[in-house]
């Protein structure tokens, strides 16, 4: 389907002749046009095999000529001529915060700037304040607008588009192309939270009908460079992916040097030299004789090094290869360990799907019981619960629970820990709860030593058990609190509390070398939750699982590996305290 493509054409085409002053009604169609396509529901290019495209709404026979045009030659005329009276680089000007079509067409008028670069030089060189209509601030602002664009370029990918992004990859180059083995290596397989690029391994009887599928993806929006053995491309997400087609002979040595880390690679190798041994992507090599040893499997590998494989997650030199070597490493949780998820929303705040939606779900993905955490009142904006709405709860929860038996709906809530670090309700009312769960989702620019000092008196708070999202950042969007996680992690420990790894994607919080210490440093567990807010949702617990893997944890670090009754018994203690 070329939707997305064909629009983006017809972007360009109104930004183009917005531009060169060309009749606002025509680039108002021409946007108009973008927009259509860009939402229609079949391909657009079987729309034009069958001659329909005037049926479209909003598309008159000008527009419908020029897509005709676009998918028979790859080009519009039209277009074409317009970039030979403006520099089609102005379009990257015209995005930058603080510019506009108006301004880069001036600027290049006035001042001859035709790209990024000569416009960085002469905001710097302070030619810009003079122009009529420009000024200091102004030129101030497109210099900020430039770093924001620079930040940007060089931000990485959440894990959470990067994955899914990949697998569907894989899966199309499985089923249509001739591949044999196929994997997915890089920060992906690592886990990483963010990710700077894809990187894709293959062996092949046929590497250049790989590649010809491979660049034929609907996910393609540029090929980068296309080779026999390697070959890169854009998606639309501009993000890169790398396709190598390697021998199967060095599949393991490849899989295993493209997987990383570096610096994981680079201690293997030095390793290696002190044995004799070169290691690269091809094999493992005898450094007198040139003699391959291994290759052909990751486990080949490592064995060569006197080592046990080591799990892609924990490849950072931390510390792996010394237990690799001493044949200690730990037994890292799985996906299938988890019994339960303790954090999630219904509609009875802000989550879409209702708490019976929420529990069959759950069952489909094999837990045994579910915690249902909707946000406390002072969340306003998340339509948090009075004590009133949680005893609805309840009541629903009770007839469910005879109706799904013998999986089991705990009633929880997701407190607010407030500025002064008191939550939504008193202890009296908390007793109402299977189990509490806080978290800070306001007044979070207060100071380290307030809003440390807000936490910790919820730890104290003998109902809460686990601590959601501890450092509160989001990925890509806002940093953490300022909060010092050693001094949590310490009271913590002190009053038996759990901290959450959330798994939404945006999240990961906390992060790996947080869950890492809360184990190793404090001796804490944790709870790996998605904090779903839909059943699709609930499927964000890889990502938790990745993080734990990627901390080292076990299946016994973790509270939601619990069977059913062991986890009863957890919760009963609240009535105790
Ligand atoms: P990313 O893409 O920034 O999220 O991180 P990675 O780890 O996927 O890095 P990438 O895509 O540059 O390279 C993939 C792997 O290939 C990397 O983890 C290790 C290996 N590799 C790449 N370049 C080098 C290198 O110059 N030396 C060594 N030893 N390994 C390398
Ligand atoms: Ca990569
Ligand atoms: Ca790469």
Redesign the pocket.
């Known amino acids: 389907m070329r939707n997305k493509e064909v629009a983006e054409k017809f972007y360009e085409l109104a930004k183009m002749a917005e531009l060169a002053n060309d009749n606002p009604f025509k680039i108002k169609a021409y946007t108009e046009a973008a927009r259509r396509i860009e939402n229609l529901p079949y391909p657009i290019e079987e729309i034009a095999r069958e001659g329909k495209l005037l049926e479209i709404k909003g598309i008159g026979k000008s527009i419908a000529e020029k897509i005709e045009q676009y998918l028979k030659t790859g080009k519009i005329e039209k277009l074409e001529e317009l970039k030979k009276k403006i520099p089609p680089s102005l379009l990257e000007i015209e995005k930058i915060p603080g510019m506009g079509a108006k301004k880069a067409k001036a600027l290049y008028e006035k001042l001859g700037i035709k790209t990024v670069e000569e416009l960085k030089e002469a905001a710097e060189k302070g030619m810009i304040r003079n122009l009529p209509g420009f000024g200091e601030k102004t030129e101030k602002k497109i210099l900020e607008g430039l770093k924001f664009m620079r930040d940007k370029t060089v931000s990485?990918v959440l894990l959470g588009i990067?994955l899914p992004l990949a697998e569907g990859i894989v899966e199309k180059l499985k089923a249509h192309s001739p591949v044999d083995k196929i994997q997915i290596?890089?920060?992906?397989?690592?886990m990483?939270e963010?990710?700077?690029?894809?990187?894709i391994l293959v062996t092949s009887k046929h590497p250049e009908k790989v590649m010809d599928y491979f660049v034929k993806l609907p996910e393609v929006k540029e090929i980068i460079v296309k080779g026999e053995t390697k070959t890169s491309i854009f998606t639309h997400e501009n993000l890169?992916v790398?396709l190598r087609v390697v021998a199967p002979e060095s599949f393991g040595a490849a899989i295993q040097?493209?997987?990383?880390?570096?610096?994981?690679?680079?201690r293997l190798?030095e390793i290696g030299i002190k044995m004799g041994l070169k290691i690269n992507?091809y094999g493992v090599f005898r450094l007198d004789t040139n003699k391959k040893i291994a290759g052909e499997t990751e486990e080949s590998v490592y064995n060569a090094l006197g080592m046990d494989w080591i799990p892609p997650e924990m490849?950072e030199d931390r510390g792996e290869i010394e237990l690799a070597l001493k044949h200690k490493l730990p037994e890292l949780i799985e996906l299938s360990d988890i019994k339960g998820d303790l954090h999630m929303h219904t509609v009875y705040s802000d989550g879409q799907n209702t708490i019976e939606e929420m529990a069959n779900e759950a069952i489909k993905l094999g837990y045994e019981y579910i915690v249902i955490s909707d946000h406390a009142k002072a969340l306003g904006i998340a339509n948090g619960l009075s004590i009133e709405r949680y005893k609805q709860e309840r009541e629903e929860i009770e007839k469910l629970n005879k109706k799904l038996k013998p999986f089991k709906i705990f009633l929880g809530a997701e407190l607010n820990i407030l500025s002064n670090g008191e939550v939504d309700f008193s202890e009296e009312e908390l007793k109402f709860f299977d189990i509490c769960l806080a978290g800070i989702h306001t007044a979070m620019n207060q100071e380290k030593e307030k809003i440390t000092e807000r936490i910790k008196k919820a730890i104290r708070n003998k109902y809460i058990r686990i601590i959601v999202h501890p450092s509160g950042g989001i990925l890509n969007g806002r940093p953490n609190y300022e909060v010092d996680i050693d001094a949590i992690l310490e009271e913590g420990k002190k009053y038996g509390k759990i901290f959450e790894i959330n798994s939404s994607p945006e999240r990961l919080d906390l992060n790996d070398l947080n869950a890492k210490k809360a184990k190793e440093q404090y001796g804490l567990k944790l709870a790996i939750n998605t904090d779903a807010h839909s059943v699709l949702s609930l499927r964000n617990m890889r990502y938790g699982i990745g993080v734990a893997r990627r901390a080292w944890l076990t299946k016994d670090d973790i509270l939601n590996t619990l069977p059913k009754e062991a986890f009863e018994k957890f919760v009963a203690r609240n009535d105790e305290r």
């Open positions: 990485r990067a290596c890089g920060s992906i397989r690592r990483r963010t990710i700077g690029d894809i990187d890169q790398d040097y493209f997987t990383g880390s570096k610096q994981h690679n680079i190798r992507e490849r």
